[in-house]
């Protein structure tokens, strides 16, 4: 993602092996490379069920500017009216966590995202903020678990741990990647021992020659709900002034 969210990384490594370790970073690395893009835009639909059955629907765009790991995003709510205008700028970085300030047109100020709040849940959906900013591939370490089949397709799958550095609410993801194409499938994130969220790529389609997942499902298996992400009108590499993912362009809800 990485389109909202996340290509976030995963590795592997066998009884322990330096070298097999190094390998599953150069999977996650490859995948990454095969995803990037200098910009990205979008239309998306959030439809969020709750663990009663009770449906919600939201849609929002999204913008990003920047190489992965070192890019600003912004998402933006344009539909319900209670929830529109409401955005989220996200400014990621290589050697940390992201910065992240949300704008509430009702308030009509902007409140920066403390560190011990990435991971509550963002404005109803399933997707945590963390979940929403990118991760360098130099902020995990990554081990190869191992390959098995998805839908027909062979993948690698991966686990990734944050380095004692870096802070995260997952004390591990594990990633399947598609061995054809080299894009993540699956994902699931564990706190401590326990699986926690799991989100899932589909209907993944080749757009401007970059494979890219249309759909995403992410479940929060606590809470027993679920928000599919349903991409529309998406563009790489489409022109994208900077001084769109600034705070005072935030504020003027551009």
């Not at 849940?121 to 370490?141: A, I, P, V, Y």
């Not at 550095?165 to 894009?183: E, G, L, M, N, P």
Request: hydrophobic fraction near 35%; aromatic fraction near 8%.
């Amino acid at each position: 993602m990485n389109r909202v969210l996340l290509v976030v990384s995963s590795a592997a490594c066998l009884f322990g092996m330096d070298l097999r370790g190094a390998d599953a970073r150069q999977i996650v690395e490859e995948s990454q490379k095969r995803q990037q893009s200098q910009s990205q835009r979008y239309e998306g639909v959030l439809e969020v069920t709750q663990a009663t059955g009770k449906k919600s629907s939201k849609r929002w765009t999204y913008e990003r500017n920047g190489a992965f790991g070192e890019s600003k995003s912004l998402l933006r709510f344009v539909a319900p009216a209670e929830v529109k205008g409401v955005a989220l700028l996200i400014v990621n970085h290589p050697d940390r966590a992201s910065d992240q300030w949300m704008w509430t047109p009702e308030l009509a100020r902007d409140r920066r995202i403390a560190l011990q709040d990435r991971s509550t849940r963002f404005f109803g959906t399933d997707f945590s903020f963390e979940d929403l900013e990118e991760r360098d591939l130099n902020q995990n370490d990554y081990t190869l678990l191992g390959e098995e089949a998805m839908e027909g397709k062979p993948c690698w799958k991966i686990e990734s741990k944050p380095k004692q550095t870096k802070s995260s609410q997952y004390a591990k993801v594990v990633t399947w990647i598609r061995q054809d194409i080299y894009v993540a499938v699956k994902m699931e994130m564990y706190a401590k021992n326990e699986l926690v969220r799991r989100l899932e790529y589909r209907k993944i389609e080749k757009m401007q020659n970059i494979w890219t997942p249309l759909e995403l499902e992410m479940a929060d298996l606590k809470k027993k709900s679920k928000t599919i992400l349903k991409t529309e009108k998406l563009e790489y590499n489409t022109t994208l002034k900077p001084d769109r993912f600034t705070l005072d362009a935030l504020r003027r809800g551009e």
